[in-house]
């Protein structure tokens, strides 16, 4: 995992254009294909065998209710850029009393404020940069970083429930230990005896579904948790308690944007004054002139 994410941040850095043309298709197609194979498989193979018809009808809400925020969320995420040129005119320029926070981007080559940095595959600043994620196809930083957030939460239990209930479906259909019988896959002259090599790639496939979602929301939890950034997960200069933390990312509704993309949570201000923690370096450093 580590030597994929290696090779493609090398890539990244070489051929921007490229990468953004190939990487960009490819992610946003395979959410946009895995989810409704993994709805369709779970909703018309294995819930009407594991489940009764009460359970069947709730699991039917909790699916639509899962796949709606996927979806959802992926695509507010692609919609509310953050980029800097997206701010009104008047909010360009620092305040005088922050000036000093501001610093130059060679590349855009003007005055940027704290916590934007510069995307070179978006090919701009972006305010409170995150990350630039490949599967919503942009930069999350202060606009969309709620939906960003949303999206890994209901993937990641989008793929747990489906990998539990394809293992419940595995273990009733009489697989005592169904990661056991994968090794079988590996074997040339036993076959597997209760369960056919697509089930099996298919239990394979959902955990890797499973981990990926999984180890970014194990990040995103820790940034949400402290405000702090996916390239500065430490750092704790603007670290305001959990409460003032979430609806700073998530706005006015903080974690009740947890019931739909479309919720309206107004952000706190517009990403460019962040207040610090009064003990941070950053507070107490003295003023330099950023001209
Ligand atoms: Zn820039
Ligand atoms: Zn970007």
Known sequence: MCVVTELC?????RYPKKFVSIGHPISVILVLVATPFFFTLQMFYIAPKIFNDVLY?????????ITYNILGNMIFCY????????????GKLPVPEEEHLWHYCEICQKLMPPRSWHCALCGC???????????TATCVGHNNHRYFFWFTFYMTLGTCLSLVTSLVYGIMSGISIPFYDMFYLFMKDT???????????ILLLNNVACAVPALMLAFQIQIVCHNATYYQIFDRTYDLGFRKNCKLIMGQRGLWTFLSPTLKSPLLHDGTQWQMRPDSKLLNAPKANVN
């Open 125 to 135: 600043c972006i305010l409170k940069r995150d990350h630039h994620c490949l599967f």
């Open 191 to 201: 076959s597997p005896t209760s369960c056919s090599y697509c089930q099996y790639i």
């Open 9 to 13: 941040h090398h890539f990244a850095k």
């Open 57 to 65: 009808k709730i699991y039917w809400v909790v699916a639509i209710f």
């Open 79 to 90: 919609l509310y850029n953050s980029s800097v040129e997206r701010l009104p005119k008047e």
